[in-house]
């Protein structure tokens, strides 16, 4: 099956620090989206983006699906962004999720 | 919109006995829901795929007799994990497929411990 790689997997930022996270997937994909999953276990949907660059407030993605990638951009980093960030991808519509190993951020005040 | 209920958010069960999670799509029809399991401080892993009206299909390792997987209806799917033990003890979150391409939406999850 398609293999997702997310990277780093920790990270911890100061305040007001932007960064980047990265998704690789080992094939063509139809589908790609970014999570975010709270403290409380709770996965929110930050972005659908099988192609092309999304924002989204102080978030944004870019996904170049030829070189089988994808790029979460936070910037002017707020406590409240801590959690895990996941990336997942599924290889046709309407198929299963596959999930990266999740990108632990700790958003330091 | 769009919203997957899932009950209950947690549970406690001793070694042996049975517990039964649902998930519910409350404003749409779901064809398809997936169910999860999560264990801490690692990613989500697919169980098994299930569709309304048919057997669910399980990934490769999960036991289709440990954990019953039923989607009588097109806004309820449950699963079931039988004579539990505490290694059972994890995270699940279910999630249903709604129509567009974007369409997967995830339910709260719920926290079993097996004791």
């Known amino acids: 099956g398609i293999q997702v790689e997310q990277s780093p997997p920790d990270l911890i930022l100061q305040e007001g620090a932007n960064s980047t996270l990265r998704c690789n997937f080992s094939d063509s994909v139809n589908n790609l989206q970014w999570f975010h999953q709270n403290p409380w276990g709770q996965l929110i949907n930050l972005f659908y983006i099988p192609s092309g660059t999304k924002q989204n407030g102080r978030l944004s993605a870019t996904t170049v699906a030829t070189e089988r990638y994808s790029l979460l951009y936070i910037s002017s980093s707020q406590t409240t962004d801590s959690g895990v960030y996941f990336c997942a991808v599924a290889v046709a519509a309407g198929n299963k999720l596959t999930f990266g190993g999740g990108t632990r951020v700790l958003v330091k005040p | 919109g769009a919203v997957v209920s899932q009950h209950p958010s947690w549970v406690i069960c001793k070694s042996g006995t049975s517990v039964k999670i649902e998930c519910r799509s409350l404003?749409?029809?779901?064809?398809?829901m997936f169910w999860y399991r999560q264990f801490p401080k690692q990613s989500l892993m697919l169980m098994a795929t299930s569709n309304e009206g048919s057997k669910a299909t399980y990934e490769q390792g999960v036991e289709k007799d440990k954990f019953l997987i039923n989607h009588a209806s097109l806004t309820l799917s449950t699963l079931t994990v039988t004579s539990a033990h505490p290694e059972d003890s994890s995270f699940y979150i279910c999630s249903a497929r709604r129509q567009g391409p974007d369409g997967y939406t995830f339910g709260s999850g719920t926290r079993l411990t097996v004791v």
């Open positions: 404003d749409f029809q779901a064809t398809t």
